[in-house]
C-alpha cells in the first residue's frame, strides 16, 4: 500500500523558513520522481519542484527557483522541501506526489 505523508507545515512570517517532509512507504522510492505541488484557495494546483529518482535532478517553479530547494533521501524514503525568504503568496496547502498517488497536504500561511 502506497502512502505519502506531508510535514512540516505551519505558520512563518515574511522572509522565514519552513522545511516539509514527506515520508513515503509502498514503492521502489529510489526508481521515481518526487513532487511537491501547492494549492492556494481559489486558485489552481501548481507544481513547485520535482526531483528524479537516479540522477536526481532537481526543477523549480519560477516563483520558487532561487528559494526552495527540493532534496530527498533514498534511505529514508522521504522527500523534503527547504522553503526560505518565504512570501505571503507561498501561502498554500503543500502536498507531494509519486506517480498517481498523493499526500494529504500541509498547510503553510506566510503572514506577519
Known amino acids: 500500500q502506497v502512502q505519502l505523508v506531508e510535514s512540516g507545515g505551519g505558520l512563518a512570517q515574511p522572509g522565514g523558513s519552513l522545511r516539509l517532509s514527506c515520508a513515503t512507504s509502498?514503492?521502489?522510492?529510489?526508481?521515481?520522481?518526487l513532487i511537491w505541488h501547492r494549492q492556494a484557495p481559489g486558485k489552481e494546483r501548481e507544481r513547485v519542484a520535482s526531483i528524479t529518482g537516479g540522477a536526481q535532478i532537481s526543477r523549480y517553479a519560477d516563483s520558487v527557483e532561487g528559494r526552495f530547494t527540493i532534496s530527498r533521501d533514498n534511505a529514508k524514503k522521504t522527500v523534503y522541501l527547504q522553503m526560505n525568504d518565504l512570501k505571503p503568496e507561498d501561502t498554500a496547502m503543500y502536498y507531494c506526489?509519486?506517480?498517481?498517488?498523493w499526500g494529504q497536504g500541509t498547510q503553510v500561511t506566510v503572514s506577519s
Open positions: 506526489n509519486a506517480m498517481n498517488y
Open positions: 509502498g514503492f521502489a522510492f529510489s526508481d521515481y520522481a
